[in-house]
């Protein structure tokens, strides 16, 4: 009986994986709006790569569907602004056809992520449609792509004897977002603070009109959120909010942009997000400081939020290493750039000291 019910459970996956275009409401795929493709004049820096797949087989006899082993390649897992990097690195290292990409990057979203990277768990549901494949479920989430730990993630891994090991792979803004009827277009440091703790709660404080500011926030262990607390308030008390929560990305670049209501709104996200991820003509992203997050603010420091994603691998784990140090390298940072991103492996002088609060 389990057999059959994993059969059938493993074809509506697979079916879902190979229609052009269908929306994959799970994961990190329901907080993008927008179609992923390789970039415009895409190069093939790995000539030969060092982690191939592994061998297929039969899920069953008779069966159509085919068990793909993981062989040298990482599974992953992750937080959804590094959807596109994983994509990225399946073209160059598995000359995956972009049809199977949604498939086989089947990110949960940070915090599920590190629950299976801490765990010891799968991922599930990973396919290649194309081949009737599914990815190996009894092989555990090797390689983290994303943001920091929080601190609760970390005490999950301290409390099963887990030791994370972070390298460093790219530059991002951590960016603040308000309607684009809203005539502020820059805050302070100090004023973000204020109004996430609670102290400042009109736009008119701050150069806007008078209208109350509603205060957007991510659900604790997310990503964003992580940040917010690490990398904005730095341990100062944030605001307790019940209403203006928002549980995807997405909903809350839409809940600021909206109509109705978003007026008095802030929230925050990533510029890679906001950029390429989730597009919305309806908010714009404020400078902090009098400081844009353009890249070259980005590498020299300048900008206030600066931060970085992470590969992130347990440690003595050596082929999430050997990963890792691969994607850190030049041909690494190359793939890194050309899928969107800003390496972080740039010229000692320009390079940002970007360190993980633990």
């Given at each position: 009986m389990r057999k059959r019910w994993m059969t059938v459970m493993l074809a509506l996956v697979l079916a879902a994986a190979m229609v052009p275009g269908m929306a994959r409401a799970e994961g990190s795929w329901g907080s993008i709006n927008q179609e992923l493709s390789r970039a415009e004049g895409w190069q093939d820096y790995v000539a030969e790569t060092a982690?191939?797949?592994?061998?297929?087989?039969?899920?069953?006899?008779?069966?159509?569907?085919?068990?793909?082993?993981?062989?040298?390649?990482?599974?992953?897992?992750?937080?959804?602004?590094?959807?596109?990097?994983?994509?990225?690195?399946?073209?160059?290292?598995?000359?995956?056809?972009?049809?199977?990409?949604?498939?086989?990057?089947?990110?949960?979203?940070?915090?599920?992520?590190?629950?299976?990277?801490?765990g010891g768990l799968p991922n599930p549901t990973v396919t290649i449609g194309s081949r009737k494949a599914m990815m190996d479920d009894t092989r555990p989430v090797s390689l983290f792509l994303g943001t920091e730990p929080s601190d609760e993630e970390w005490a999950m891994a301290k409390a099963a004897g887990v030791e994370l090991e972070m390298v460093p792979v790219c530059y991002d803004a951590f960016v603040f977002l308000v309607n684009g009827a809203n005539p502020v277009d820059d805050l302070s440091v100090e004023q973000i603070r204020g109004i996430y703790g609670g102290s400042v709660t009109n736009w008119q404080d701050v150069g806007g009109e008078d209208r109350v500011?509603?205060?957007?926030?991510?659900?604790?262990?997310?990503?964003?959120?992580?940040?917010?607390?690490?990398?904005?308030?730095?341990?100062?008390?944030?605001?307790?909010?019940s209403n203006y929560i928002s549980d995807g990305m997405g909903d809350l670049v839409s809940a600021v942009g909206d109509y109705d209501n978003g007026r008095g709104s802030l929230g925050y996200s990533y510029l890679y997000y906001v950029d390429v991820l989730y597009k919305s003509g309806s908010v714009k992203v404020l400078s902090v400081d009098g400081i844009a997050p353009?890249?070259?603010?980005?590498?020299?420091?300048?900008?206030?939020?600066?931060?970085?994603?992470?590969?992130?691998?347990?440690?003595?784990?050596?082929?999430?290493?050997?990963?890792?140090?691969?994607?850190?390298?030049?041909?690494?940072?190359?793939?890194?750039?050309?899928?969107?991103?800003?390496p972080f492996n740039q010229p000692e002088a320009e390079k940002t000291p970007v360190e993980s609060v633990h």
């Open positions: 982690f191939p797949l592994g061998e297929g087989h039969p899920y069953a006899e008779g069966s159509d569907i085919t068990v793909q082993d993981w062989g040298a390649y990482p599974s992953m897992d992750g937080s959804t602004v590094c959807v596109p990097l994983a994509m990225e690195l399946a073209r160059q290292h598995l000359d995956m056809a972009e049809s199977d990409l949604a498939g086989f990057v089947a990110f949960s979203t940070t915090h599920y992520a590190y629950e299976r990277l801490i500011i509603i205060p957007w926030q991510r659900p604790k262990n997310s990503g964003s959120q992580t940040a917010m607390e690490n990398l904005v308030m730095q341990g100062r008390t944030l605001m307790a909010v353009t890249p070259e603010n980005l590498r020299s420091g300048a900008y206030p939020f600066t931060t970085c994603y992470w590969a992130v691998y347990r440690k003595g784990d050596e082929q999430a290493a050997a990963f890792a140090a691969w994607l850190a390298g030049e041909e690494g940072q190359r793939c890194v750039a050309q899928a969107g991103y800003i």
